[in-house]
């Protein structure tokens, strides 16, 4: 298929592909078996200018959009989505300062992120806040020029690695998800701390931890929008980032495919390799069109979302929920045409089938991607004519 890349788009996806397939093959069973952080390829990914990708030329970025942060993505999930996560998450982090930042908030933080000087982390998930996000209680306080931050994210992606967290709190508890606020929080700051390191079932290579708030002061002028705006900053950061997760799902489906269709060439049984047997080529037949059609979704979406438009949140989780049951799927069916040795940790599908997995639980579940499509669908219903 061609989807009429650009040739800036061409040369970001051709980058990506390279480093995916120098870097990031060669290490990803061992940093999954070990659990390890990417650091080295972290640092590749910053002197390639991978992580200015979306931010505007002004703050030091390469000021493309959502399809550009998307065809990285998708090749560095070919490879690893343990690597493209701990990647896709800094630009999640990044969405609160670039979409509601002041001037001053922009013009302190984005050029570090571009150069990937710095790292960035998104905090809203804690113990009895995940698909309700509104039932969050970390509090921020206000005390003269600062706010006092009390309480505990849960599962943060970046946790500890990053240098600056984009952090969700209550500020006005009565005004349920009015009473919000979002911040940006700095690594070293007093009172601020990582908990425990999570085991995984997949994407191992990235890191999640705990961030813990004890009496941690923070200048007011870290607030992110205004006071009360933080249930909106961290929906809208959702959307704009939900895509990215589906150019995910996206590229661990292709990485899957393409390891189940080589090995079926290699593969005989019966005195004929196993690509030739119809019960097999259906399955592929099945995956490579699911892959394209996801494909087809995620990159039109993003282009819609470059395009300006101002309600994405019913595109952005089609997108999403799409893009990952199909990438869920395509994997659990590459470990199935490649057998016992699909099952084995010798082959990469066994791990692609285990990351594919949390695509369909962050970022919001496929169950609430499908309850804002929903609501999404009531309104359009709503402004019909009888
Ligand atoms: N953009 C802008 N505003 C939005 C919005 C969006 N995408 N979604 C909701 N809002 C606004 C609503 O318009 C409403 O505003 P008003 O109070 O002015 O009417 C307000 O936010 C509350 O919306 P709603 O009543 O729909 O909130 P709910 O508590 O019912 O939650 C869902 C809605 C379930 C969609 C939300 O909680 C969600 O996305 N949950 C998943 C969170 C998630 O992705 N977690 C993963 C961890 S982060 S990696």
Redesign the pocket.
Known sequence: MDYFLTEEQQMIRDLARQIAEEKVVPVRAELDEKEEFPTEIMKVLAQSDMFGIFIPEEYGGLGMGAMELCLAVEELSRACLGVSTSYAANA?GTYPLLLFGTEEQKKKYLPDIAAGNKFVA?A??EANA?????GIQTTATKDGDYYILNGTKQWITNAGEADIYTVIAITDRSKG??GASAFVVEKGTPGFSFGKKEKKMGIRASVTRELIFEDCRIPKENLIGREGMG??VA??T??QSRIGVGAQGVGVAQGAYEEAVKFARQRVQFGKPVISFQAVQHMLADMATEIEAARALVYSVARYIDSGAKDI?KASAMAKVFATDVAMKVTTNAVQVMGGSGYMREYPVEKMMRDAKILQI???TNQ?QR??IG?AIIKEAAKMKA
């Open positions: 999640l998104f809203l998930t995940g698909s309700d996000a509104a998800a009015r249930f909106i929906m809208r959702l959307d949140s962050y970022e919001g609430i309850n804002v609501q």
